[in-house]
Structure formats: C-alpha cells, structure tokens
C-alpha cells in the first residue's frame, strides 16, 4: 500500500513490483503535469490581461483558475528526495567487540544466554527477533548501557557511536525542530565544511517554515527524520540502528539504505524490515528462544536459506480467517432549500479585491522564493537570511488566508 500526498493506493504483487509500477506512474503523471502546467500559463496569461475586463467577462473562468492553482500547489507539496552524509571521523580498531559467554536475564525470561562472537571493523549486522526477545538488551550491553550479569565484553579503541534513539529520549517536544538539531547556533559542520542549519535541514525535507515547528506537533515520519538529522551530524565509526525505519517514507529509506551501503564503519541494526535488512547488513544474529542467538552470513533471506527459523513465543495463527463482508449503505441526509443569499456592499467590495490581492502576493512569493533557490544565498549575512525567510512565511500564510477567504465568499454567491 502506497501513501503519496494524502492518496493510498494498493500495489498487488511483491515489492519490486510496486517499484516498477511506480516508477511507470510517476513518468505518466510528469507527462500530464506537463500538459497541465502549459493550460495554467494560458489562463494566468489571461488573468493578468486586467482584473476590471476578466470579472466582468467570465466569473466562472476566474474559479475555474484558482482551482487548478489549488491543483498545482498539491502538485507541487510532493516532497521531493532527502540528502543525507555521515560525518566522517578516525577510523576505530579492528577489534569493535569481542564477546564471551554473555548472560543477562530478567526474572521471567532469559534474554541472552552464552552469547560469543566478535564484531570487526566494517561488519554490518542485523539483530533478528520478536518483539521483546532482548535485540535492544543485547546492543545497550555491548556499548554499556547495561551491565551484563556474567560473561565479557571487550571493546575496541577509538569508537566513536552513533545511537539512533527508537524512543526519542534525545529531543525535546517544546523546542523547534532547528533548535534541535542546531542547538542554539546557526550552522552545522558536515566533513569540514560549514552549512546553514536551514539549508542542512532542507536536505531531510524540512522546509524553513516547518524547521521553526515544535517537535511535539510533527508526525511520527518527521521526527524520525529529525533523528537522522541529528544523528548523521556526529562524526562516528559505529551506527546503531534500533527500528529506524518505522515512518519513513520510501524516498527517504532508500536514501537511508543508499547511504549505509557506501558508510565505511560498523553498523549494528535492530529492525522488522525484511527488504531493509537484506539491502544493508552482511550478517545478522538471529534469536533462536530462551536467550539462545544464532549468527549467520548475510541478510534475512540468506539467513533463511541456511537453516533460520524466526522465532516467535506467540501460538502461530490460524493460516486463513474469512473475513466477513458487511455491506455499508450511505445514508444521505434530506437536501435543505437553497436559500439564496445576498452578499452585502461591504463584502462584495472585499470580493472583487481579492483576485488583485492574491496575484500581487503571488509575484511577490516567487520573487522571495527564487532568492531562497539561489546557489548563494545562505552565503550571505544570517541577519538577512533570517529576515527574507521570515519575509517568504509570511507571505505564504497571508497568500493561503486569502485564497481561503476568497473560498468562503464565493460559496455565499
């Protein structure tokens, strides 16, 4: 099932099926976009001929126009693809972890039991288990977050870590999503080369308008983002992966995988996602029950062609349940007079002055629009960079007040 823009739409078929048919979708919908775009620039060339000649000529041509600039502005709130580096740091040792004979139980269930094995430098594993089985457990005792209750662990030099916090404990819900992954300053340093906390956040679909959002009013997907962000700022050698897939989109997880293929250090990844782990791992250790681990060579399915089993503590379900069909009727509610309604002089004047209104907002957007896509433009002084930013929201919001207003008046006609 595929969510883009507020459609779902069911792909039948196995998952490179739907990249395909995808794909072929996008390439349709950018041919009629195209055929869609050249009918908008003769009806805005016509528009501007003259705000007296078009209302007195066609009122409904006028409605017509700003639907498809409702349409084209739907278009174009498409998010488009996320950038994403890690900041490079030393090397660690070979050695990342040599474990043995690691024990650490809860009083009901034992979580890990015996555990040996080593983690080199550049390996790539994934943590396979049900929910609950201990995979978290296991990785918070490899960086000592947790102290095991028998056995060693022995940890390489030089680490420097990078935990991807699947309970996101790092970020604070009162502060905007700038505040924090900037911290207070205005830049960040990627691989030595100073960024605009803006125009960094922008590369993980982050307008500069909801940049200054408070954490606590993002979606799940935002947020995870927002982690990512965060985390790909800190120069590491060992990502740790705990479900970091859960709300991303497409885009932005095969950029995810994307960038974990061409990462030179050590990856530890706790997740359900078959396609993801297969795509990013080299190994995986895989919770066979009573805190037993088993490693393997390679990713979920080349784990399961060697003998992997998942394991699960839940009664397996029935192979087949029939859902039953229940018919829903729409009920439509009985139809009220119309009752025609007369607009007032006062409100009359206001709607005959909104159509100027909105193009001269228009122009101006686009104008503080195409400075904000220059090349240069975080370049320049901060105090200005803020100011025109500050300067485009406003306009954006005050163009959206009155299209809505604009709406509401024309329904009362």
């Not at 775009?37 to 006028?62: M, P, S």
Request: aromatic share 8%; proline share 3%.
């Amino acid at each position: 099932v595929d969510l883009d823009r507020g459609v779902i739409t069911s792909w039948p078929g196995s998952y490179q099926v739907y990249l395909d048919g995808k794909a072929e979708w996008l390439r349709v919908e950018a041919e009629q976009n195209a055929l869609f775009d050249k009918r908008l620039a003769e009806e805005e060339t016509w528009i501007r001929q003259g705000v007296k000649a078009r209302r007195t000529r066609n009122e409904g041509r006028v409605r017509a126009l700003k639907a498809l600039r409702v349409e084209r502005m739907a278009r174009l709130n498409r998010q488009g693809g996320a950038k994403m580096a890690v900041a490079d740091t030393d090397r660690s040792g070979k050695l990342v972890f040599d474990i043995e004979n690691l024990n650490y139980n809860l009083p009901d269930k034992n979580l890990v039991k015996d555990f040996t094995s080593a983690v080199m430098r550049g390996d790539r594993i994934a943590l396979i288990g049900p929910n609950g089985c201990g995979k978290s457990t296991l990785v918070k005792l490899l960086i000592g977050q947790l102290e095991a209750q028998s056995g060693s662990i022995k940890v390489g030099t030089k680490l420097e870590i990078a935990y991807f916090d699947q309970y996101r404990e790092a970020l604070d819900p009162e502060k905007t999503v700038e505040e924090n992954v900037g911290e207070g300053k205005k830049t960040v340093t990627i691989n030595g080369q100073d960024r605009h906390i803006l125009s960094y956040l922008q590369d993980f679909l982050f307008s500069p308008m909801r940049a200054r959002t408070p954490v606590k009013a993002l979606s799940g997907g935002e947020k995870n983002r927002l982690l990512l962000a965060r985390l790909l700022l800190r120069p590491a050698n060992l990502i740790i992966l705990d479900e970091p897939t859960n709300d991303l989109d497409i885009e932005t997880l095969e950029l995810l995988e994307s960038l974990l293929t061409d990462y030179k250090g050590t990856l530890l990844l706790v997740s359900h996602d078959r396609a993801f782990i297969d795509n990013t791992v080299t190994s995986s250790w895989w919770f066979t029950g009573n805190g037993g681990w088993s490693e393997y060579v390679g990713g979920y399915e080349d784990a399961v062609s060697q003998g992997a089993k998942f394991y699960s503590e839940e009664p397996q379900a029935a192979k087949s349940v029939q859902s039953q069909k229940v018919e829903v009727k729409e009920v439509k509610p009985a139809e009220k007079p119309k009752v025609e309604k007369k607009l007032s002089y006062k409100v009359q004047r206001e709607l005959e002055a909104l159509p100027a209104k909105m193009e001269q907002l228009e122009v101006e957007v686009e104008a503080l629009q195409e400075k904000v896509s220059a090349p240069d433009f975080y370049a320049q002084d901060q105090d200005k960079i803020n100011l025109q930013l500050g300067q485009l929201a406003d306009k954006e919001q005050e163009l959206e007040v009155c299209f809505e207003r604009w709406e509401e008046l024309e329904s009362l006609k």
